[in-house]
């Protein structure tokens, strides 16, 4: 039984789709307390972080595409973290914390907030490396970039809520799930030593290898946060995301992740990110997340 605390944080000015500021409310929707309730676990729902509307917030008419150097409601976007990040730093260190995102920008203040400025393992579940800045990023949006922040690069107004600096070890963090890498990430992977699980290891390997590899990386930590994007999900199963990308973790495989890691003992926090209702069928989307969580938290077929 676990202390679980939920925050949501919705927030879709780092998305280049709006809607994923309902991924809250979807995945409220799809009975994320009852679920973990009916596991044995003690949830509060800490409500939502206030997040500015792309309408009304400076930066709306930023340039396009094809500018390059740019991250779109940077201020914005670095306040609505900072406020995310002093929520969770004051939350009891034994709490297991769910933030229910929003675009996948909101991990830098998930991230940081609950490692409190200690050392902390991440396993980062998703299609895309999130690991540009905003000098090599092709759009300007800051869900693909918050890996890079986190890890001491880009712009400081991201990093300036944990002091500067990098918030998490290159060592300590593990992708799982990488298939649409944009060649500066590429570049930056093979540069830092990232321990990298494309899609491409986990046809070959078996996602239980790759789980069992990423707990032997990160078992020596005493936290671990797992930041699941929606989109590490193959369309066909999860197709209220933003940036779909074929080829993606089926049902089952993203299961047998959550159930190893649950196993493990590994996970202390977890994200829930990239749900877009508005792209979605009949809740879907959430719906699957939702039961992703409860794996995590062990929930077992027998």
Known sequence: MAEVRVLGVPMDLGAGRRGVDMGPSALRVAHLAATLRELGHEVVDLGNVDAPVAEATDGLEAAGPERRGLAHFADAIAATCAAAYRQLAALPAEAFVITLGGDHSISMGTVAGLARGERTGVIWVDAHADLNTPDSSPSGNVHGMPVAHLLGLGDERFRAMWGGGAAILPE???????????????????????????????????????????????????????????????????????????????????????????????????????????????????????????????????
């Open 172 to 302: 300590d963090l593990v992708y799982i799930g990488l298939r649409s890498v944009d060649p500066p990430e590429r570049e930056l992977i093979h540069e830092l030593g990232l321990r990298a699980f494309t899609m491409k290891e986990v046809d070959q390997l078996g996602i239980a290898r790759v789980a069992a590899e990423a707990v032997e990386r990160l078992s020596g930590l005493a936290r671990v946060h797992v930041s699941f994007d929606a989109d590490a999900l193959d369309p066909a199963v999860a197709p209220g995301v933003g940036t779909p990308v074929p080829g993606g973790l089926t049902y089952r495989e993203a299961h047998l992740l959550m159930e190893l890691l649950a196993d493990a003992g590994l996970a202390t926090s977890l994200d829930l990110v990239e749900v877009n209702p508005t792209l979605d069928r009949g809740n879907r989307t959430a719906r699957t997340l939702v039961e992703m969580a409860a794996s995590l938290l062990g929930k077992r077929i027998l």
